[in-house]
T-cell receptor, first 112, second 115 residues
Framework: DAGITQSPRHKVTETGTPVTLRCHQT?????MYWYRQDPGHGLRLIHY???????DKGEVSDGYSVSRSKTEDFLLTLESATSSQTSVYFC???????????FGPGTRLTVL | DAKTTQPPSMDCAEGRAANLPCNHS???????VYWYRQIHSQGPQYIIH???NNETNEMASLIITEDRKSSTLILPHATLRDTAVYYC????????????????FGKGTHLIIQP
């Protein structure tokens, strides 16, 4: 399995609090992605990175920000969490800009 | 990226071949067909991809029709552990200059392997 971890794996927080999710890889892959998965919507891309300090928005980026200061770490921040951000968040990595990627185990976030 | 159509669910007996269809009638010449699966509560797992020739790896075979408008993922000897949601995704070629980054997942096919 590709070396990709996510932390925390589970988190419960309250509306209005900031939350940061971390994705860490040991594969030295250039591309990193954050997706969310909700019932009835499938997986949707939030943000992605194509290199250190190079990031761009995905399909559902409102309310989220990201940072990538090192190749191995990609952080997803919810500045002020809302109940609509309750979801399972998956990080993915890829060494080519294309369709072959490896996904992390996911983070289940609940915003009360 | 071209849109794909998959049946919402399928059953298959354990030990038999599971054949999962995907329709992608609007596929462009530079778009590949990718297959992923997601076992309950886990992250999606890459299975296989191809452009126009049939492909086989240790997990599955991919058969793409000559006109490239549809494809079939074949799991040759399905086991209970193959029960998962299978996603067919079409997108531009690896490391090409075109297309949006990331993958566009539809609803996929929920494959249930029956003992």
């Amino acid at each position: 399995d590709a070396g990709i971890t996510q932390s925390p794996r589970h988190k419960v927080t309250e509306t209005g609090t900031p939350v940061t999710l971390r994705c860490h890889q040991t594969e030295n892959h250039r591309y990193m992605y954050w997706y969310r998965q909700d019932p009835g919507h499938g997986l949707r891309l939030i943000h992605y990175s194509y290199g250190v300090k190079d990031t761009d928005k995905g399909e559902v980026s409102d309310g989220y920000s990201v940072s990538r200061s090192k190749t191995e770490d990609f952080l997803l921040t919810l500045e002020s969490a809302t109940s609509s951000q309750t979801s399972v968040y998956f990080c993915a990595i890829s060494d080519l800009r294309g369709g072959v990627g490896f996904f992390g185990p996911g983070t289940r976030l609940t915003v009360l | 990226d071209a849109k794909t159509t998959q049946p919402p669910s399928m059953d298959c007996a354990e030990g038999r071949a599971a054949n999962l269809p995907c329709n992608h009638s609007t596929i462009s010449g530079n778009e590949y067909v990718y297959w992923y699966r997601q076992i309950h509560s886990q992250g999606p797992q890459y299975i296989i991809h191809g452009l126009k020739n049939n492909e086989t790896n240790e997990m599955a075979s991919l058969i793409i029709t000559e006109d490239r408008k549809s494809s079939t993922l074949i799991l040759p000897h399905a086991t209970l552990r193959d029960t998962a949601v299978y996603y067919c995704i079409v997108r531009v070629a690896e490391n090409s200059g075109g297309g949006a980054d990331g993958l566009t997942f539809g609803k996929g096919t929920h494959l249930i392997i029956q003992p």
